[in-house]
Structure formats: C-alpha cells, structure tokens
C-alpha cells in the first residue's frame, strides 16, 4: 500500500500549458515537502507545507496543503521547457520520523 | 557554499565485483542517507545514521553495507553486486534539529553494473 498516492505518474504538455500535481493520503501528515529532480541529478527540495490550508507560491509554482493535512497538490502555470523533471511529494507523518515518498511525477515540456 | 558531494558520479562495476560509493557533507548535519533510485521512480531508502547510530530498512539487503566514520563522510558498500543493483544511489542529509525532516540531496552517482 502506498502511504503517498501521486498523480499523475507522467505527464507531457506544451509550454504554456498550466497543469496541476496532486498528492493523496488516507492519513494525517505534518509536513509535507515538494522536491524536483533534473534527469541526472539528484532531487532538490522547492517548498515544505506544514499548516492545513497553507499555500505557498515560488515564482510560477503554486503549493498547496490540504485543510485536513492529508494532501498537497503543485500547480505550474504556464509551464516552460525548464520545468521539465520529476516532481517528487514527500511527507513526515510525526516529526523525527522517516520522509515518505510518493511515486513521483514525471513531466515533460516541449517547445 | 554547503553542499553534499558524491563521489564517483558514475561508476562501472563487474557482477559480483565489490564497489564502494562515497558522500561528504559540509552542511554539518546529524543525518545522513543512502537511497537507490531506479529510472523515473522514487528513491528508495536503504539505511541512514542518525550521528554514529546505522539505521538499516527491513528490506535493504544484507548485501548493502554502510560507514559512517565521522560526521562529514558516509560509504555505501555493495558487496556483491547483481544486474539488479544497476540504479542511481542518492546520499542526503537532513538536520534533526528540524522536525520536518527536510532532506539535502547530493547529485547522485550512477552505477552501472556489467
């Protein structure tokens, strides 16, 4: 059973195009992270939720914390080829305890 | 500027010949881990040290192994290893001052198994 559900799993688009990614739990997190990772990299952390209802933006990258701290969701408006990566949800069920991974999303963006 | 570095960045290895990654750290975190990533997954995770104290997953392998001989550095040691093995290893810290458990990535090193 996968604690964190991420969807969707690939996703390709044209610039422009906004899209959104959503990350579902059945349980209560206290936190929850957003990580993107360039092919060949490793993952960097974009933004951590940590208050139900809590929206966070950087630049064209808007997050969102559900109010029942149960999910997140990414939304990218006008999405660019340098968007291009994985996006990996993550959360902290209690605080000190391990970081629980979605599946992932793999978005693509072309020109 | 405070990073965490893996080295090498690609490696290529034998069936069943041993290799050993390596990770340092000048983020002077307590935490430190190893994840296997296969293509367009999520990292797995292996094991970590919370300072001198080897956490192992129920499912890592016995053919994994771990160092930690001071704070800065970490060693992944595959002992033997199978087409399997082939896959990204990830190290990352993370400060347990913060409970939110934000993790640091290195870039990754790329194992290739032959």
């Known amino acids: 059973t996968q604690l964190l559900e991420q969807s969707p799993q690939f996703l390709s688009i044209q610039e422009g195009e906004n899209l959104t990614v959503y990350c579902n739990s059945s349980s209560v997190f206290s936190s929850l992270q957003w990580y993107r990772q360039e092919p060949g990299e490793g993952p960097v952390l974009l933004v951590t939720v940590v208050t139900g209802g809590e929206v966070k933006k950087l630049k064209r990258l808007t997050f969102q914390f559900g109010d029942a701290r149960k999910d997140s969701s990414l939304h990218i408006t006008a999405a660019q080829p340098g968007d291009t990566g994985l996006y990996l949800c993550?959360?902290?069920?209690?605080?000190?305890?391990?970081?629980?991974f979605g599946k992932g999303t793999t978005l693509s963006v072309s020109s | 500027d405070a990073m965490v570095i893996q080295n090498p960045r690609y490696q290529v290895t034998q069936f069943g010949k041993p290799v050993t990654l390596s990770c340092s750290q000048t983020?002077?975190?307590?935490?430190m881990y190893w994840y296997q990533q296969k293509s367009s997954q999520a990292p797995k995770l292996l094991f970590h040290y919370y300072d001198k104290d080897f956490n192992n997953e129920a499912d890592t392998p016995d053919n994994f192994q771990s160092r930690r001989p001071n704070t800065s550095f970490c060693f992944l040691d595959i002992r033997s290893p199978g087409l399997g093995d082939a896959a990204m290893y990830l190290c990352?810290?993370?400060?347990?001052?913060?409970?939110?458990?934000?993790?640091?990535f290195g870039p990754g090193t790329r194992l290739t198994v032959l």
């Open positions: 993550a959360g902290v069920r209690q605080a000190g305890t391990a970081l629980i």
């Open positions: 990352a810290t993370s400060s347990y001052r913060g409970s939110y458990n934000e993790q640091f």
């Open positions: 983020l002077n975190h307590n935490v």
